[in-house]
């Protein structure tokens, strides 16, 4: 298993002490990794997501829960047919345990034994849960008003919670001046946090027999499964083990669309937003920090932005519901974005979404909507 560190904008080269969050440019940082995996090496191995590990960027000793290989269903709505991936079925509640599992056990392989990260929730479950399997003291950073059942989550596993007044990106800056004494597990800023999540594409890929579906539709807040699953696809598509990468919708609520902003005027940088509240808090970014990266990743793929609202959100959320999916909002916000994207689609297209989120993990917020006048309760 041979890997390199690098800028991703000036190509520079840096050595991994797991401290290093971006190159002196001010580039994100990746990694030169090659994977060796080819779909018979499957055989035998449980149905998790280290059945890929040849393609995964450290060693045999990882950090694991059995995540992974989650159901990809085929779900009706108004109709038109989705295939839903079920990440809301890992063991932290969301897809964001992809990431960590990765990051965690790279972490562990480099001796470290105290880490922060910040999050608007879902990635600090997983970090805080990960972090306790791997013996790792954790800090976590969330915004004052994150769900109290992410933050009743974060803190069961035994990490220091701590509530940040204020902005999403006062969160990250506090997080980040907490890790000048230690290691920053950032989901955003590890690129091994994105060697996880391209997880993602290797099942999907494999659950459709090694082809493509037409097209993704996925969130795009920090866009870490957005880019570990174009990641992922650009690797087996390299590989020659699939035809192509498979066209990426990315989904935003149109109270912080940063991104469907920029992509609009054809810009290769996020744009300086006025954000305003909404029910879907893990997408509500208003600065990614590898937005440049998503804005490239989406248009490389020959896809676009769809924008929902309030209303969309919480009329999917109600549906996905009483359907019996029980799903957070930010996940009712990326099917409201796939069933738009899904009604202009060509007929027999094949459209691959997620279940992002368990909708336990925001069931105080849900309660809310259901008590407003326009929840629907």
């Not at 992410?150 to 220091?160: M, S």
């Not at 957005?226 to 989904?251: D, Q």
């Not at 969309?312 to 796939?338: H, K, N, Q, Y």
Request: negative net charge.
């Amino acid at each position: 298993m041979k890997y390199s560190l690098y800028c991703a904008r000036c190509g520079r080269d840096y050595y991994d002490d797991g401290r290093r969050l971006r190159c002196e440019c001010g580039g994100m940082l990746d990694l030169r990794f090659e994977p060796s995996f080819r779909p018979g090496m499957t055989v035998g191995r449980p149905y998790d997501q280290w059945r890929y590990r040849e393609a995964l960027p450290v060693g045999e000793d990882v950090v694991t829960m059995g995540e992974g290989w989650t159901p990809l269903l085929s779900v009706a709505f108004d109709g038109r047919v989705l295939l839903i991936k079920q990440e809301q079925l890992f063991p932290t509640g969301s897809y964001k345990d992809r990431g960590a599992a990765v990051m965690m056990t790279h972490l562990r392989e480099l001796g470290v034994k105290r880490v922060v990260e910040d999050s608007s929730g879902n990635a600090g479950c997983a970090v805080a849960a990960y972090a306790a399997r791997s013996g790792i003291t954790c800090d976590i950073y969330v915004p004052e008003d994150t769900s109290p059942a992410k933050t009743a989550q974060i803190e069961a596993y035994g990490a220091t919670l701590h509530r940040v007044p204020g902005t999403r990106e006062d969160t990250a800056r506090a997080a980040l001046e907490a890790a000048t004494t230690c290691v920053y597990a950032s989901h955003v800023y590890s690129p091994w946090f994105l060697h996880g999540t391209k997880t993602f594409a290797y099942e999907v890929a494999g659950q459709l027999g090694w082809t493509v579906p037409d097209t993704l539709v996925l969130p795009a807040g920090n866009g870490t499964l957005l880019l570990g699953a174009y990641l992922g696809f650009t690797e087996l598509a390299r590989a020659g083990i699939v035809s192509h990468v498979p066209r990426i919708m990315a989904v935003q609520a149109v109270t912080c669309a940063p991104l469907a902003a920029a992509f609009a005027d054809g810009l290769d940088e996020p744009v300086e937003i006025h954000t305003s509240h909404t029910a879907a808090e893990g997408i509500a970014i208003a600065i990614p920090a590898r937005g440049s990266q998503v804005l490239a990743a989406v248009r490389a793929s020959g896809g676009s932005f769809v924008t929902v609202s309030e209303q969309e959100i919480i009329a999917s959320l109600w549906d996905c519901c009483r359907g019996g999916w029980f799903i957070e909002p930010t996940s009712a916000a990326v099917i409201a974005g796939a069933r738009r994207y899904a009604r202009a689609a060509a007929p027999g297209e094949t459209i691959v979404t997620a279940f992002t989120g368990h909708g336990l993990k925001a069931a105080a917020k849900i309660a809310e909507l259901v008590e407003s006048p326009e929840g629907g309760g």
